[in-house]
């Protein structure tokens, strides 16, 4: 062939070469990267909203959880002074000691200036009687009934029902105390103040107590009607849409580091969140009795949301190393290709021994067993009652330990020789130096 006969096959390929070129150089819009970073970028913003609601609605609907939550409030001291000193105060006011005693002396006037004393000394034990019942197991029993009560009628109050125990009404938390003092006062008479039997329960006017006072307090019954049915299930949504965002990525180690890192920054802004609003909690709490108790309620009232921050801190932290470890980054892949030189090495060492048939067993359903860990490490968190940074720790730990150990029995079951496979009688092994012997003659 002559070279005027291949120039134009040779402009038509450069040609060709400089339209794969220009091609090269513009970048195609994919849409389907595009649409998993828009996934993950939404899920991002409604993490830390479905963290707190998902924590809000299992603490306030559910009386087990909301009673397990408050209960170590009972034994903390400042939460007992503030309780005692308000129904030591709502007591002394119904007793009226003074009034009593002055009653009783009146036919003695030489004897009417022990009233004061004696209505002193009747106070001072009844302020002693309720510490004491405060300090005591019994006090627990007390406690429990109040919050099973205070739940079911905190529920009824942000549902807009007006006849609990708790109300909302012109930005105000309203306590109704008749059933705590009906408790109280029963505790009382079975220490043996009989008397107490007598103290009349105040009227409604005057047995309530403002807990929270607050322009915004109006407005939780609206969010309560609007979040409560998307609280319930807005939280498995966002880990749904995050693992969406994974499967649909193209780059999925990438995407896992990505999600790794929305996780992590959605548990610091709960984190901070939870900072501020401690603040307008003790902004809200001054001017109550439970001013001083506040930081031990706020603290123990969010304890199950900041165990939760803490458990997607370290799911964040988790996300984040296994993407990497599985990226295209030189270190990822150097990293890669020495644990499994390691296991390699491991298993071919092994590969004579009794593990060759489980290996080769293993090895041929590896997929089914790498699924299988997957599997079952997922269903722990999911099923566990709370998830915690430890739990998740603890059971990627594991789930990695086994990941190894189906890449060791691989190893152990490949290098297993075909003919003791093929043939098990051994016939084969004794044919074989035979027919060598018959060659060497």
């Known amino acids: 062939m002559s070279s005027g006969e291949s120039t134009p096959d040779v402009e038509a390929l450069q040609a060709r070469i400089a339209e794969l070129e220009a091609q090269k150089g513009r970048r195609r819009f994919d849409g389907r990267g595009f649409s998993a970073w828009v996934v993950v970028v939404v899920a991002a913003l409604l993490f830390p909203l479905a963290l707190t609601s998902f924590w809000a609605q299992r603490t306030l609907t559910d009386t087990e959880r909301f009673v397990a939550t408050v209960a170590p409030l009972a034994e903390d001291p400042t939460i007992q002074k503030a309780v005692g000193d308000k129904v030591s105060s709502e007591l002394i ?31 001072s034990l009844v302020e002693r009687t309720v510490t004491e019942i405060l300090a005591s197991d019994q006090f627990d029993d007390v406690w429990v009934a109040i919050n099973e009560k205070m739940q079911e009628a905190l529920v009824a109050a942000l549902e807009g029902k007006e006849d609990g125990a708790v109300t909302i009404t012109n930005g105000q938390v309203v306590l109704d105390t008749g059933d705590l003092f009906l408790i109280v006062k029963e505790r009382l008479v079975e220490r043996g103040l009989s008397f107490a039997a007598n103290i009349p329960v105040p009227p409604v006017a005057d ?41 649909l990525a193209r780059n999925r180690p990438r995407m896992t580091v990505a999600v790794g890192v929305a996780v992590l920054l959605g548990a610091v802004a709960v984190r901070l969140g939870l900072v501020a609003g401690q603040n307008q909690v003790s902004l809200s709490l001054q001017d109550t009795p439970f001013g001083l108790a506040e930081r031990a309620f706020f603290t123990i009232l969010t304890a199950f949301l900041v165990d939760s921050v803490r458990a997607a801190f370290v799911l964040g932290l988790i996300l984040i190393v296994v993407g990497w470890y599985l990226g295209r980054s030189s270190a990822a892949t150097r990293l890669r290709a020495g644990v499994s030189g390691v296991l390699s090495g491991a298993g071919d060492r092994a590969a004579g021994g009794p593990l060759a048939e489980v290996g080769a067993f293993v090895g041929r359903t590896r997929t089914v067993w790498r699924v299988l860990v997957v599997a079952i490490a997922v269903g722990v968190v999911l099923l566990s009652n709370q998830v915690t940074g430890s739990l998740l720790l603890w059971t990627a730990v594991l789930a990695i330990l086994a990941l190894a150990v189906i890449e060791f029995l691989t190893a152990a079951g490949s290098t297993a020789p075909p003919a003791a496979a093929e043939d098990p009688t051994g016939e084969a092994d004794l044919e074989e130096p035979a027919a060598a012997g018959t060659g060497s003659d």
Do not use: C, H, K
Not at 97 to 123: H, K
């Open 207 to 247: 047995r309530q107590i403002v807990l929270l006072e607050s322009e915004e307090l109006a407005r939780a019954q609206v969010f309560y009607a609007i979040g409560q049915p998307v609280a319930q299930w807005l939280i498995y949504v966002v880990l749904l849409m995050f693992v969406g965002a994974i499967l």
């Open 93 to 123: 006011v119904r007793l009226d000691a003074q009034t009593r005693v002055e009653d009783l002396l009146a036919e003695y006037p030489s004897l009417a200036a022990l009233s004061g004393p004696i209505a002193s000394g009747v106070n």
